[in-house]
Nanobody, 118 residues
Framework: QLQASGGGLVQAGESLRLSCAVS????????MAWYRQGPGQQREWVTS???????NYRDSVKGRFTISRGSAKNTGYLQMNDLKPEDTAVYYC??????????????WGQGTLVTVSS
């Protein structure tokens, strides 16, 4: 029901855009968050967006990453610019899924790997 995509291998300074799409009849999402887990590290929160569009970012990505939602509101995006080797991680999206605008449950998408070479 929650599908993350867009990861890949890039060089430092380059950009990637991750997508997180909700699939299913009458399904959408309210808030969404992105987390990441680097090699040998614990999963950490990266950024989130509320149903009203308010955003928050961890300090290390401020000014480089932008979270947004598509006009259809069933897809969220994470635009990552000026990527650094320390951004290398598996990125996960998490969202509160709604059905006909009613909250159903919070889901995690499968991870998508981002590798940044120096």
């Amino acid at each position: 029901q929650l599908q993350a995509s867009g990861g890949g291998l890039v060089q430092a300074g380059e950009s990637l855009r991750l997508s997180c799409a909700v699939s299913g009849r009458d399904l959408n999402f309210n808030g969404m968050a992105w987390y990441r887990q680097g090699p040998g590290q614990q999963r950490e929160w990266v950024t989130s967006i509320t149903s009203g569009g308010a955003t928050n970012y961890r300090d290390s990505v401020k000014g480089r990453f932008t979270i947004s939602r598509g006009s259809a509101k069933n897809t969220g995006y994470l635009q990552m610019n000026d990527l650094k080797p320390e951004d290398t991680a598996v990125y996960y999206c998490k969202a509160m899924i709604t059905k006909l605008a009613r909250p159903v449950a919070e889901y995690w998408g499968q991870g998508t790997l981002v590798t940044v070479s120096s």
